[in-house]
């Protein structure tokens, strides 16, 4: 059904951007609202429109971009995965901008936020609408782009500068790939940049050439997603404003990985499944540990968004997609209330260090409700959103292989042992010293829409609830899983192991360990601390040496370029003064005689020039009668 | 000579003394009053054409506006005028340049066959106002952006800088 | 003969106004003179709508007489002007164009 109306949908807020970026200084407050009914309006479209992925037809709006032998199609598309991408990052996107509102008033750049803003939700919802390769690629570099600017809106500060420049840098590693994969696509034989055609491009490239351009996606997919080894920009990310953390770095762009890869999942062949099984096991084990020593609230949810986009990337892995679409919504939601309620906190007490924090649920009530309502979604409380999701990759992963679904079980305790450790120690025990005001709950303009969150979090999960799951009817998905008791059960003691550990370990601070065992623990904390010093890696292996490399250039250049450039210089010097000489004695008089002869002229001519506008008119008039007797 | 040549005859020399007057009176106040002259003699011409209308503006915009304006610059300038006001110096060659001007004009005009007799009746308001809103609307509304381009201007050039009184 | 003598009319007019643009010193006398041009103009289009049966040309006429107005308002301006920086109303005293 060719629906032209699609445009309109990331029209919008592109629309609310060109107003902002222009006129937002005159809007003053204003300009957040234009943002917000921008996006709104956006989600009012996104939901009129149901019936059709509901139906299985999809929506196309498509336009030809150039014209060659094959013309090239650019085109939107909507179908039920990009569908309820839509509804995702509107519905949030539009919470998130009235949130935004409360947390960013009295910024001096207010109105430039929500300009970025803005954009950043036309790139993504342009993204999920895109029917091919190409169109994503265009929203995906502009989402890069928005993110590097928004984690540097402060960029007084020379951390969210030097964060902001590390998300670019790194992230274009991997566009760097997914751009050689969408070259490789658009040039083999049989190749095809649309979506639709895809499942018919698999069937016709080799193998081997179709391994290749599927990890060269994937690797597009592990710099915007974060997965290890390019994951070092996402916890340096959180410089940028709260609301923002929320919504590029926790609920919508690095999700944008994970969506990538169901979008082309069929060009992925089991070899390259391998790796991003691999890739994501990683990133979910290594992530969920350094989550576990972090210390400052907004790391500790980075890392674990980290993780969790791990565990999506391992349900891609074991091919398990419609699975890990479904918890990439429930994560979109639950992780965007961890970061607002991590705001509200902020917001009130001006501190993100856990040591520095402690009973604020006794000062704010509604924050500390909401992100106890997240964090038992996340850890997978029986009935809440996250279980439903994390329960379809725990079943996926058991179908796959047993020692899967075990590792995958002792990563959900370590999610409820993180989360759990960082809910006791914000919002339980003593409270610690404020100096200064006090805290206080935040503005109704900031609260409501963490309560509509959390509605979200905890009910979200039904729709692809067993039984009941419109959510794999909209993708395509019929075989519906089944309510399988032991995986519940067994999740559930791992959120119950995982509480405790958290309660006694990370809570009451007691050392479990055998003092045997103490000084080996005390070293795998040091270096989970440290995040495993990849950072320090990459300093050393690749940073050093292209300095190194540098200074080396430097040196070639000073020596070598200079000596030749100087000794050029010298004999143009020498040659100049040639030139000189003739230029003084022979070409200067020439033209001295010239200016003399000009000179003399002038005086001559100089006197009917009297500077008396009639003597000029008696001359005109004078010329009209001897033009006119002798002309004709 | 028949009847209604009479009038424009005795129209036509009050507009050539009018004129002459206009251009050698010492007096420039008498000067702008003989350009009065000309105007009540080319609005005569006006009404003997049957340009009723026209010969009206003449009066109104010519005679109530202009001149009016004009005589309000000499006094303004009163100020600035000397009593012994040495004549032009090149009255003779712009007396030689218009005369030769004015041969060579007559000389072309002369030769070409003209209708003996102006045509009779009187042009219709209505023809006039017709042609002024659907062949000529584009021009008839330049006028009215040039007059804003006028009052603009004219403050612009008349109002005093910044250091000046 | 009539025809032709008005023609002749407007002409004289009109050489009249080229002479006292050439003589006259003062700034304001220029004005006069460029009044007469302009009437000239004005009387040959009314005489040939007539002639040539052409009510446009009397629009024109209206157009020059609204010129006029202009034209007068902007040389007042001028010479407003001229007596300001200038320091004199004479067209000849004012020589900033000389080379």
């Known amino acids: ?187 083999v034989p049989h190749g095809s940049l649309q979506f639709a055609a895809l499942p018919v491009v698999a069937q016709q490239v080799a193998t081997p050439t179709l391994t290749l351009i599927s990890l060269l996606i994937f690797m597009g997919a592990v710099g915007k997603s974060a997965q290890f080894p390019l994951h070092v920009w996402l916890p340096d990310a959180m410089e940028g404003p709260t609301p923002v953390s929320a919504l590029i770095h926790a609920a919508t762009m690095v999700a944008a990985g994970v969506y990538l890869i169901a979008r082309t999942f069929p060009l992925f062949t089991p070899a390259s499944l391998h790796v991003v099984l691999t890739i994501g096991l990683i990133t979910h084990v290594f992530a969920g540990t350094i989550a576990l020593t972090m210390t400052d609230i907004k790391r500790v949810l980075a890392y674990s968004t980290l993780s969790q986009l791990g565990l999506m990337v391992v349900a891609m892995g074991i091919g398990a997609w419609p699975a890990a679409m479904f918890h990439l919504v429930t994560h979109a939601y639950f992780k965007a209330l961890l970061f607002l309620a991590a705001g509200s906190v902020i917001h009130a007490t001006h501190e993100q260090e856990l040591s ?16 106890l309502i997240a964090s038992l979604s996340m850890s997978g409380l029986v009935g809440l959103s996250g279980f439903w999701s994390k329960d379809a990759i725990l079943l996926a992963a058991r179908h796959y292989a047993p020692w899967l679904f075990w590792v995958l079980l002792g990563g959900a305790g370590m999610t409820t042992a993180y989360i759990a450790r960082l809910y006791l120690r914000c919002f339980y025990g003593a409270a610690a010293p404020h100096h200064g005001h006090a805290p206080h709950e935040s503005p109704a303009i900031m609260s409501l829409p963490l309560v509509a969150l959390a509605v979200g979090a905890a009910l979200v999960g039904w729709i692809g609830s067993p039984g009941f799951s419109p959510f794999f009817t909209l993708l395509g998905v019929h075989e519906a899983h089944g309510f399988d008791l032991p995986v519940a059960a067994l999740s559930t003691l791992a959120l119950a192991v995982g509480s405790t550990v958290a309660w006694i370990v990370g809570f009451r601070r007691r050392n479990l360990l055998p003092a045997f065992l103490r000084p080996a623990g005390l070293a795998l904390y040091r270096l989970a601390a440290h995040k495993y010093y990849v950072d320090e890696l990459y300093q050393r292996l690749l940073i050093h040496p292209v300095w190194a490399l540098g200074g080396l250039l ?67 008039v004078i010329a009209v009668v001897v033009l006119a007797v002798t002309v004709r | ?130 042609v002024l809103v659907k062949t000529l609307v584009l021009p008839f509304e330049v006028i009215s952006l040039i007059f804003v381009v006028v009052v603009v201007g004219a403050i612009a050039v008349a109002a005093p800088r910044k250091g000046q009184s | 003969m009539a025809v032709r003598t008005l023609v002749l009319l407007a002409e004289a007019l009109f050489c009249l106004g080229v002479y006292g643009l050439l003589t006259r010193r003062h700034a304001v006398g220029l004005l006069l003179s460029i009044e007469l041009i302009l009437n000239a103009a004005a009387l040959n289009f009314v005489l040939f709508s007539r002639v040539f049966d052409q009510v446009a040309a009397q629009a024109f006429t209206l157009f020059i007489i609204a010129l006029a107005a202009c034209e007068a308002v902007v040389g007042l301006a001028i010479i407003i002007r001229l007596t300001r920086t200038a320091q004199t109303i004479y067209a000849d005293e004012a020589t900033v164009l000389k080379g």
Not at chain 1, 115 to 133: H, I, Q, R, T, V
């Open chain 1, 356 to 371: 520095k924090l402690g009973g604020l649920a006794r000062t704010m009530p509604i924050t500390s409700t909401v992100f």
């Open chain 2, 1 to 130: 000579m028949n009847t209604a040549a009479v009038p424009l005859a005795i129209l036509s020399a009050l507009v050539l003394v009018g004129a002459l007057w206009v251009v050698t009176l010492h007096n420039l106040f008498r000067a702008a009053l003989s350009l009065g002259l000309v105007f009540l003699g080319i609005a005569g011409l006006f009404i003997c054409l049957g340009a009723e209308f026209l010969a009206l503006v003449q009066l109104l915009i010519y005679v109530g506006a202009i001149l009016v304006l004009i005589i309000f610059a000499i006094m303004l300038t009163n100020s600035w005028q000397r009593e012994t006001l040495p004549a032009s110096r090149q009255r003779l060659p712009a007396a030689l340049a218009a005369l030769a001007l004015f041969a060579l004009l007559a000389r072309a005009t002369w030769v070409l066959a003209w209708p003996a007799q102006i045509p009779g009746g009187a042009t219709r308001l209505k023809d006039l106002g017709l």
């Open chain 1, 1 to 187: 059904m060719i629906m032209p109306q699609l445009a309109l949908i990331p029209a919008f807020p592109l629309a609310a951007f060109a107003i902002l970026i222009l006129a937002g200084r005159h809007l003053g407050r204003w300009s957040a609202w234009l943002a917000i009914v921008a996006l709104a309006a956006a989600l009012g479209l996104t939901l009129t429109i149901w019936h059709a992925p509901f139906a299985g037809q999809p929506l196309i709006f498509q336009w030809t971009w150039l014209i060659g032998s094959q013309p090239w199609l650019l085109g939107l598309r909507v179908d039920g995965l990009s569908w309820i991408m839509l509804v995702v990052v509107t519905s949030i996107g539009s919470l998130i901008a009235c949130y935004s509102t409360g947390y960013m008033h009295g910024d001096p750049r207010y109105s430039r936020f929500f300009a970025y803003f803005s954009l950043f939700c036309a790139a993504m919802l342009g993204l999920a609408l895109a029917d091919n390769l190409l169109l994503l690629f265009i929203c995906w570099e502009l989402m890069g782009l928005c993110s590097y600017l928004l984690i540097s809106f402060w960029f007084e500060k020379p951390s969210a500068a030097a964060a902001g420049r590390k998300a670019f840098l790194t992230t274009r590693v991997g566009d760097v790939g997914l751009f050689a994969g969408i070259l490789c696509l658009a040039w």
């Open chain 1, 554 to 620: 430097s040196t070639f250049d000073r020596v070598v370029v200079d000596g030749a450039v100087n000794g050029s210089g010298r004999v143009g010097a020498w040659a100049s003064e040639v030139q000189a000489w003739i230029d003084r004695e022979i070409l200067d008089r020439c033209v001295n005689a010239i200016g003399t002869t000009t000179r003399g002229l002038g005086r001559v001519m100089r006197w009917i020039q009297t500077g008396m506008v009639q003597h000029y008119l008696l001359m005109a």
